[in-house]
């Protein structure tokens, strides 16, 4: 007998009547929705340049909301149980200290919603809760397939713009690398070309292991065409974090071949990627893209001059008597060096959420008699920055200490579950998924979150942690021998 309450109809209870399998379905498309919905909505204010980036939190807001309502059919069901249940707490505790960071920060607004622009306030974190915690509460391998569907969707939607800002320069802020150097970096609808680097890393990695591992058929051409763009795309956003997300995803395929003990020619599966971006170096070296004739790396004029400078303001000029803008390494360690300092002067409650420009303020403008707005006090203050691209740094510098105990008890977690339930055979999906969050954690040594990348982050993320508990009787994309015919 069906259950309801108060002898109501059994359509009104849907939610006590809800199946696992009813739920992994619906909690699938809020995880899908976060890979590709935020990046959909940051299509109107780069086609629209009277629009601002706030526009793209709405999106955030769309799937934070929908696995918010997954969420607590998850809690009301008790579908999370063991280390799940862990990380889902630990992530808790860490929205929880989160509030905390706010009312201790400079600007409780800011701390709320997050910087103009950025959006990554306490609000953002609460939406990644929420799509962790749906995901956590998976235990069908089809709904972990449809995400990995996601991801290169995700990939293929902001190659497709990207590839329009490479060969013509339009629908982005990141043609010029400086007053004189036109690069026409790839950005897609990630904001940035290193946010985009950081989301095209999970993308290839999920199609080349997906490729990999599936039947010959038009799946396994779609992901090998697709790795070729991302491979493309990834080397036209002159990132570090770009090469090194390619390295990691072609050595991923690799892995994804010897522990599903797939054919070995399946390897060859990489060589579009190759092609792709040798591709891009080829056209670059060739004088065919901006006004360029050799490749090399714009990480720090892109993360620091044309992203948060000239996008959005969130940070000042770069100070060239102290770093040098063009020697990526310098821009990294100078960055890692001041947020170290920023932190043990914040050790328990950070700056406050997306604050963390705030405490390098070390003047108003050039007249104290002025009441300027915070972007045109953060812009006048040369040096200052508002991202370190390290995500456990910028973690303990923006919401303390205990917040980084915090995200790496989920970060080992996550990866201690997916190698887990990876070794104890769960195929295909089990190594696809612990691949994804094993490169995700290397990417947060050398990048940060974005209100694109973290929502596809977390879905994986709690998908690794519910790993183990899922059904291993559910049939996968793994590629079968074929059965021998009786003579």
């Known amino acids: 007998m069906p259950k309801t309450i108060f002898h109501s109809t059994e359509k009104s209870n849907f939610i006590l009547n809800m199946t696992e399998k009813q739920y992994a379905k619906l ?109 956590a509460s998976i235990k069908k391998k089809k709904a972990a397939e449809a995400v990995f569907n996601g991801l290169i969707l995700a990939g293929m939607v902001n190659s497709t713009v990207a590839l329009i800002q490479i060969f013509t320069g339009g629908l982005s802020h990141y043609e010029m690398a400086s007053l004189e150097i036109r690069t026409n970096s790839a950005s897609g609808l990630a904001q940035s070309p290193l946010f985009l680097a950081m989301l095209l890393t999970l993308s290839l990695t999920a199609a080349l292991t997906c490729a990999v591992t599936t039947k010959v058929g038009r799946f396994r051409n779609i992901c090998l065409i697709a790795s070729a763009v991302f491979g493309f795309v990834m080397m036209m956003t002159y990132s570090f974090i770009g090469i090194c997300g390619l390295a990691f995803s072609v050595i991923a395929a690799a892995v994804c071949v010897l522990v599903t003990k797939g054919a070995k020619k399946k390897i060859m599966s ?109 812009q006048y203050n040369t040096g200052i920055f508002d991202r370190v691209y390290n995500e456990y740094l910028y ?17 080992l977690t ?16 089990g190594t696809t998924l612990f691949l994804l969050v094993l490169g995700s954690a290397l990417l947060f040594l050398i990048g940060c979150g974005n209100i694109t990348f973290s929502p596809v982050f977390w879905a994986v993320a709690g998908l690794a942690c519910a790993l183990p508990n899922i059904d291993e009787k559910e049939v996968t994309r793994v590629e079968k021998k074929p059965v021998a015919e009786k003579k």
């Open 27 to 135: 909690a699938s498309i809020g995880l899908i929705g976060s890979c590709v919905i935020v990046s959909l909505f940051t299509l109107i204010p780069e086609i629209f340049t009277t629009s601002t980036y706030t526009f793209s939190a709405a999106g955030l807001a769309v799937c934070g909301v929908y696995c918010m309502i997954m969420t607590i059919i998850a809690l009301i069901k008790k579908y999370l149980k063991g280390s799940t249940l862990f990380a889902v707490c630990a992530f808790a505790f860490m929205l929880l200290w989160g509030v905390l960071s706010v009312f201790r920060s400079t600007d409780m607004y800011v701390g709320l919603y997050g910087f103009p622009e950025r959006c990554e306030g306490l609000l953002a974190l609460i939406f990644y809760w929420c799509i962790f915690t749906a995901a």
């Open 270 to 378: 990489v060589i579009p990627t190759i092609i792709g971006a040798a591709a891009a170096v080829i056209i670059v070296n060739a004088g065919l893209i901006g006004n360029i004739s050799s490749y090399r790396l714009y990480d720090g004029r892109e993360l620091w001059w044309a992203d948060s400078y000239m996008r959005i303001g969130s940070s000042g000029d770069f100070n060239y008597k102290v770093n040098d803008i063009d020697d990526t390494l310098d821009v990294y360690l100078n960055m890692n060096s001041k947020t170290m300092d920023i932190i043990s002067d914040n050790k328990l409650t950070g700056t406050g959420p997306d604050q963390l420009a705030f405490p390098q303020i070390y003047t108003i403008g050039p007249s104290e008699d002025d009441d300027p707005a915070i972007v045109d006090i953060i």
């Open 395 to 411: 973690t303990a510098a923006t919401r303390g200490i205990p917040s980084l105990i915090a995200l790496i008890a989920i970060v």
């Open 414 to 429: 996550m990866l201690v579950s997916g190698f887990k339930a990876m070794k104890k055979g769960r195929g295909a999906v």
